[in-house]
């Protein structure tokens, strides 16, 4: 790709961010489990022909780790000295094509709002994102000449009373060409009450060279909105999160309540899904139809099959269910987990690196983990599989039918075959044949009349 044929994405990243009262770089905050400046590239590069330049400052090695997957080229900007110096330490890198300014700390503009707004951009148009708001305080002011025209950006520490009664306001975005920015940015100037040197300062450039400047509106104000401290990080992570739970809802999802869920990664969903309170979704996860997640349940990386019911206060990581199963209330699936059709997970029962064959059951206070259980397999209350010796791990694997009784101990490597039974309380070490009852209790004594101790 030729760099006229490229759009050049400059994203500024430099800021300390002292307002959040942090030693991680403001950028790096995460919201819905996510850095914001993750969000502002992962949306850039999901635009026709986007190569990221990523202006770094502050903490800027954390910030150039955290995008190291993306393909970015980095600039420093070692010294705070304003927006347009910070664009124009990415000059060398950007070509003559399309060129966007974004901010690292304005995490949930949209990528349609962006295409459009690249849409107006030529050698002849500059394209500027400014927004209407009740209270713009703070914001650069849009001046706009008596036929409509946009002739300038005044910042509001600089602006006129005149100016400050204008409630359009610039939200920093903007979109232009390489060409004209070489051109522009050189010639800013720090005459200014924050004696920087203003990215804004083109507008008045553009308009006095006949360049024409369209703007454009996003859909919703949090779009635009940046993060400046921690109150400003929380209204924007329940915004996003509202914005996550009308798409669900769409989708087919039935929420108790939208303003309780925390989706925290990329939620994919069937048809007539219910999600009680309090549940939060993080990293890939998939629910089919007909699934039900009851209140105050985790689910990390894992796919929910058809028909599944998750009961409140479960906690399923990296697990696979195929459907028509039942979990929890209180319950643990750990990364490896794969529950076969049917197959039942109880309460305070946790698993782990384990395969639950087609209508198995494992209903109370349980541990199952590096374990193989075949169909219809019966696990009662509190047994355990002993995988862990203190320096290696070894599997158990429970034929189909098998009945283990309660507060057993199954010691691995161990093999229980088919139909078997094993007798409650029993602590086994040795193999189980088919279809065979094996009982490993240790014998009992009895003492009549024992005197019991007493405390001298």
Not at 184 to 206: F, H, V
Request: net charge negative.
């Amino acid at each position: 790709m030729s760099s006229a044929e490229r759009t050049d994405v400059v994203i500024l990243a430099a800021g300390q961010g002292t307002r959040m009262r942090s030693k991680l770089p403001k950028v790096l905050h995460p919201l819905a489990g996510k850095a914001m400046v993750r969000h502002v590239a992962d949306t850039a590069a999901g635009l026709d022909g986007a190569h990221l330049n990523v202006v770094i400052g502050h903490g800027g090695e954390r910030v150039q780790q955290q995008l190291a997957d993306t393909g970015a080229s980095f600039a420093v900007q070692a010294e705070q000295k304003g927006t347009g110096h910070a664009v124009a330490q990415s000059l060398d890198a950007i070509g003559d094509g399309k060129v966007l300014i974004l901010y690292g700390d304005v995490p949930l503009i949209r990528r349609e709002t962006l295409e459009a707004l690249l849409a107006e951009v030529s050698e002849q148009t500059l394209g500027l994102l400014t927004v209407i708001l009740e209270d713009p305080t703070g914001y650069g002011r849009i001046v706009r000449d008596s036929e409509g025209r946009v002739s300038a950006i005044v910042e509001h520490k600089d602006a006129t009373p005149e100016q400050l009664a204008i409630q359009e306001g610039n939200t920093g975005i903007l979109a232009t060409t390489g060409a004209q920015l070489k051109r522009w940015l050189p010639a800013l100037s720090a005459d200014n009450a924050q004696g920087e040197y203003y990215l804004t300062d083109i507008i008045a450039m553009a308009a006095s060279e006949g360049v024409n400047i369209a703007t454009a509106q996003p859909a919703a104000v949090e779009e635009v909105q940046g993060v400046n401290n921690r109150l400003q990080l929380a209204d924007l992570e329940r915004a996003f999160q509202r914005r996550e739970a009308n798409r669900l809802m769409t989708e087919g999802a039935s929420l108790a309540d939208p303003s309780r869920i925390d989706v925290r990664g990329n939620l994919t969903i069937g048809t007539d899904i219910s999600i009680d309170v309090g549940c939060i979704f993080e990293g890939d996860v998939t629910l089919a139809d007909d699934v039900v997640i009851g209140a105050h349940c985790v689910i990390r990386n894992a796919t929910i099959g058809a028909g599944a019911n998750i009961a409140p206060h479960s906690v399923i990581d990296g697990a696979v269910l195929e459907g028509d199963n039942n979990v929890g209330p209180f319950a643990r699936l750990r990364p490896g987990t794969e529950l076969a059709r049917g197959a039942r997970i109880g309460n305070f029962v946790e698993t782990k690196n384990a395969q639950v064959g087609v209508d198995a059951k494992i209903n109370h206070l349980s541990y199952v983990g590096d374990a193989t259980l075949g169909e219809a397999v019966n696990v009662g209350a509190g047994t355990i599989t002993c995988n862990y010796d203190g320096a290696n791990k070894f599997r158990t694997e429970i034929g189909a039918n098998a009945f283990i009784g309660s507060n057993s101990a199954l010691v691995a490597p161990l093999k229980i075959g088919a139909g078997a039974t094993v007798g409650a309380g029993s602590t086994l070490s040795r193999d189980v044949a088919e279809g065979a009852l094996s009982v490993a209790r240790g014998k009992r004594i009895d003492k009549p009349e024992w005197p019991r101790p007493t405390k001298k």
